[in-house]
């Protein structure tokens, strides 16, 4: 698979999402701000639901 043909699969909307929630998790763990136990749990959820459909479509 060509670098051009990664970069557009990673510019998706659930992609933004995992990435941009991946980074704020980041940052809140960094500058020790204590996160919220909903946050974590969304975080999980959304994380689980992106790796686990990348999981799916390598099997086809």
């Known amino acids: ?4 043909d990664r970069i557009a699969k990673l510019i998706d909307v659930k992609s933004i999402v995992t990435l941009s929630l991946t980074a704020a998790f980041i ?6 701000i204590e996160v919220p136990e909903t946050f974590k749990t969304v975080y999980i959820m959304i ?5 686990g459909t990348q999981y799916q479509k390598s099997l086809n």
């Open 1 to 4: 698979m060509k670098f051009k």
């Open 27 to 32: 940052f809140m763990n960094v500058a020790q």
């Open 47 to 51: 994380c689980g639901f992106y790796f």
